[in-house]
């Protein structure tokens, strides 16, 4: 059974740096490129990170680039997403996808909440 967990939401202070999880299971994740995106109230879902099934090339946002970093444990089976210097626009669902040719992935979801 295809699993990913997302964790590390909450409520933050703007500038602050949370570090979010997300674990796979019932896939051979190291073959798989990871993402996140995010979906704001009223807005369409984008995609705010990805990086190779290698972790050895990732892309960003243009509006999170130099704030936001992607990365992966190939052993834990584990995809993170380094997030500094939150803003109150940063404020969404943040949700991790697996992708590898047209098998696609979703994780639920975990909410973070950029406010003072």
């Known amino acids: 059974q295809v699993q990913l967990v997302e964790s590390g939401g909450g409520l933050v202070q703007p500038g602050g740096s949370p570090r979010l999880s997300c674990a796979a299971s019932?896939?051979?994740?190291?073959?798989?490129?990871m993402s996140w995106y995010r979906q704001a109230p009223g807005k369409e879902r984008e995609l705010v990170a990805k990086?190779?099934?290698?972790?050895?090339?990732?892309n960003y946002a243009d509006s999170v680039k130099g704030r936001f970093t992607i990365s992966r444990d190939n052993v834990k089976n584990t995809v993170y997403l380094q997030m500094n210097s939150l803003k109150p626009e940063d404020t969404a669902v943040y949700s991790c996808?697996?992708?590898?040719?047209?098998?696609?992935?979703w994780g639920q979801g975990t909410q973070v909440t950029v406010s003072s």
């Open positions: 019932g896939f051979t994740f190291s073959l798989y490129a």
């Open positions: 996808n697996a992708m590898l040719s047209s098998l696609n992935y």
């Open positions: 990086i190779t099934s290698t972790g050895t090339s990732t």
